[in-house]
Structure formats: structure tokens, C-alpha cells
């Protein structure tokens, strides 16, 4: 059961935007949020412990609130070890969010009048080259589809003709400037949104309805949602690669 004076954490480290936020059934408290770079580690401490200023002295946490992905590997890693830790110390419970349903949640927040009962919203999250982790969700942030890993072209586009049909689908994220040539040849009533990033106060709705259906993380065996292996990157530091090939 939840309470209007039940405080929330919520976090994101699933993109290159870090962000966290404190929020009541409401709505948000604060948010601190920064984009670009491979700074989470540094700072999702940091903007925690802001974060929790906001908290009445009176009050303690009810529960945590996790980005899960797909994403990036290292951001995923980063935030579930930080919020398995922080939660078993408080004993209090997690809840694991998929990113594209976060993100499918801002566009119904900013855009509402976008999103009609015909519309579905098609978050994509960049996955390199021109791949993107995506799915569909109807007007209310229900996922109509599988998340996948999809190639933005005919052949990768092919599942998802059949469900959006002759519906208006917005798509959206950091990978989706990409797909708009495809997106507008496969799809006539397609629209591009620019500019939305996952933020961690879209983990709040999805967030309240998992909590009050009891749908909380095994915190000992909750693991994020990669989709794909660990790709390293190799280093283009010519003392280090030699160093490798010694």
C-alpha cells in the first residue's frame, strides 16, 4: 500500500544521460541529471546523496526504482550494483523498469497530445551502427511488442509492420534520427520526436503500478536486462597494445 507521503529513489544509468530522482506518488521532489561521458560511477553517488537532502527527516525511503535497459553495459552494471547494495542495506525493496517503458512514459508525459488510442510509441535506443534496442508500447506505456535488438532497415523493421499497420507510430531516443529515412518509407504515419532522453523521474508511474501488484527484484539474484554480450572496446593506445601483445 502506498501513502502520499511514501518517498521514492529513482534511477537511470541505462543511456549516457545519468540521472536521479526523489519522488512521492505525486509526482517529482528533485532530479539531478547530467549527459555524455562515461562519468556514472562518479557521479550517481554524488547526485544520491543530493537527492536525499530533499528527504523530510521524518521520512525514510519506501523503495527504489531501477532503469534495467537494454543500454549500456557499463551504466547498467554500474547502477544495479549501487542499488542492490543500497537496498539491502535499508531493507527496503527494488523494482526493475525496462528503459523503452520509461522512456514510452516521458513521451505520454511531455506529448500527451500526441497520443491518441491509435498511436504507439516506439522508444529506440541506440545500440551502435545502426542497430537500436526497441519496442512498441500502446497509449498508456503497455508494451505491445517484445524489447529486441533490431537492425534499422526492411529486413529488421519486417516484425513490427504487422502491429503498427496504419496506426501513427512516434519513435524516439538516441537512436532514432537514424531510422527516419526507414521509418518514413515503411511507415507513412510515422513521427520523429527529437530530443527525449531517459530521465529517471519516468521510472515513477511504472514504478507505482509494479509496487502495488507486489512485482519487486529478487535483489540477490536480479540481474539488468544487457539483451547483447559485453563488447569491449579496443584500445587505440599504442603502449598498451603493445604492452597486450608481449
Not at 519496442?135 to 498508456?140: G, P, S, T
Not at 527525449?196 to 514504478?207: D, N, R, S, V
Amino acid at each position: 500500500m502506498t501513502t502520499a507521503e511514501d518517498y521514492y529513489l529513482l534511477i537511470d544509468t541505462s543511456t549516457d544521460v545519468c540521472s536521479v530522482a526523489l519522488a512521492t506518488e505525486q509526482g517529482t521532489v528533485s532530479q539531478e541529471i547530467e549527459q555524455g561521458g562515461n562519468k556514472h560511477s562518479a557521479l550517481i553517488g554524488d547526485f544520491v546523496s543530493k537527492i536525499l537532502r530533499d528527504l523530510p527527516e521524518d521520512k525514510s525511503l519506501k523503495a527504489v526504482a531501477l532503469a534495467e535497459g537494454p543500454g549500456s553495459y557499463t551504466g547498467l552494471r554500474i547502477a544495479a550494483a549501487f542499488a542492490k547494495a543500497f537496498c539491502m542495506i535499508r531493507r527496503i525493496p527494488l523494482m526493475a523498469i525496462p528503459t523503452p517503458e520509461v522512456m514510452a512514459h516521458r513521451i505520454l508525459t511531455l506529448h500527451p497530445e500526441l497520443c491518441s488510442d491509435d498511436t504507439l510509441l516506439m522508444p529506440m535506443i541506440d545500440a551502435r551502427r545502426m542497430e537500436v534496442y526497441t519496442a512498441l508500447y500502446d497509449n498508456e506505456g503497455k508494451p505491445v511488442s517484445d524489447i529486441q535488438a533490431t537492425i534499422l532497415d526492411d529486413n529488421g523493421l519486417s516484425p513490427f509492420v504487422e502491429k503498427i499497420g496504419d496506426k501513427t507510430v512516434l519513435y524516439f531516443g538516441d537512436g532514432a534520427e537514424k531510422g527516419q529515412e526507414v521509418m518514413s518509407r515503411l511507415f507513412p504515419r510515422s513521427i520523429y520526436i527529437g530530443g527525449i532522453i531517459p530521465e529517471a523521474q519516468g521510472l515513477l508511474k511504472p514504478m507505482l503500478s509494479r509496487l502495488s501488484q507486489g512485482k519487486t527484484c529478487d535483489i540477490a539474484y536480479w540481474t539488468p536486462l544487457y539483451l547483447k554480450e559485453y563488447e569491449a572496446k579496443i584500445s587505440t593506445n599504442k603502449v598498451l597494445g603493445e604492452h597486450r601483445t608481449k
